[in-house]
């Protein structure tokens, strides 16, 4: 007998997100919260590091929850001398790049695999 939990769970697409915000995985606002991350992503583009791995992440045309992640995991490298005795990032760029993944995870932007 095959597993209960390993059977696909089959859903139209046009009804994706009504499924997504009646099981509490996404807020029924989620748009305009993207819209706002979106925007504060923008912003922080504007003043990124000399960095490869950073070049290769943001040349994609849609930057995400993961990606991000990965940015803010990158700068804590390139950033460490801008710690503060708290142990706090003084860089107004860390502060950005957190501030945009504690925003995706605040609204449930983020949806892990779904990725809304």
Known sequence: QRNIQNLPI???????????????????????????????????????PENEEIKALLSGSYIHYFHCLRIVEILKGTEASSKNIFGRYSSQRMKD???????????NVYLGKFGC
């Open 97 to 107: 790049w957190q501030e945009i993944v504690s925003l995706y995870e605040a609204d």
């Open 10 to 48: 089959d859903i139209q697409t046009s009804k994706l997100l009504d499924w997504l915000v009646d099981r509490r995985h996404c807020n029924l606002k989620w748009q305009s919260a993207v819209k706002v991350i979106r925007e504060k992503i923008n912003a922080a583009i504007q003043d990124m």
